[in-house]
């Protein structure tokens, strides 16, 4: 809710088609959010889902924070949709490592795969407009590492996103690639000599 109530009243101060966009696949996520409160028998914490109203007084606070700075310039507001994704996925990264039920880490995994792809168009925008985005929660140095050398020996891959990647004969020693998505990625070859695999989506990997 935080990050559609956010695009939605940003997309309507600058008028950048990109916060329509994800704001309503923001939508989506609530919705599949919702669904997992009620299959468990959970109360639903949104007691009000008018747009900028919170029952934390935490995310209340943020909404004002994150919004006060994409007032500023449509760069400030680009950037903040960058963090908010990037929080996303160190948020899910750490839900995920403390549930074992199989069908909340599904949901969960589709969210952060959603939100990769969220922090990524963001950042073209800001790059676009001339300006940079470093990552404050996650770190980027040994997914970037991965893909552009092949070789990540000993990094930390957990939860991280390799569907489909190409990588034969990647240096994968040591690494940690826990409850990773690797559906149909080329890894033939690879070294994986003590990697720790536990709980990674290795269905279909080459």
Not at 101 to 117: A, F, H, K, P
Not at 143 to 156: E, K, M, Q, V, W
Not at 180 to 201: E, F, K, T, Y
């Amino acid at each position: 809710k935080l990050a559609r109530d956010v695009y939605q009243t940003l997309g309507q101060k600058w008028g950048i088609q990109i916060f329509t966009n994800i704001s309503a696949s923001e939508q989506t996520h609530t919705n599949a959010m919702k669904s997992l409160i009620y299959s468990y028998g959970l109360i639903d914490p949104v007691k009000d889902d008018s747009v900028g109203v919170f029952t934390s007084p935490e995310l209340q606070k943020l909404y004002a924070d994150l919004i006060e700075k994409g007032y500023k310039s449509s760069l400030d507001a680009l950037i903040v949709g960058a963090t908010i994704e990037d929080l996303d996925i160190n948020d899910l990264k750490t839900a995920m490592q403390e549930t074992k039920m199989t069908d909340i880490i599904e949901v969960y995994q589709n969210l952060q795969r959603g939100s990769r792809n969220h922090l990524r168009a963001f950042s073209r925008q800001i790059t676009s407009r001339g300006g940079i985005y470093s990552p404050e929660y996650i770190s980027q140095i040994d997914y970037d590492n991965l893909i552009n050398t092949g070789s990540c020996s000993g990094c930390d891959l957990s939860g991280a996103n390799l569907s489909s990647i190409y990588l034969p004969y990647a240096d994968l020693n040591r690494a940690n690639l826990t409850r990773a998505n690797l559906p149909g990625a080329n890894l033939s070859g690879a070294n994986l000599s003590r990697a720790d695999l536990s709980g990674a989506d290795i269905s279909g990997p080459n």
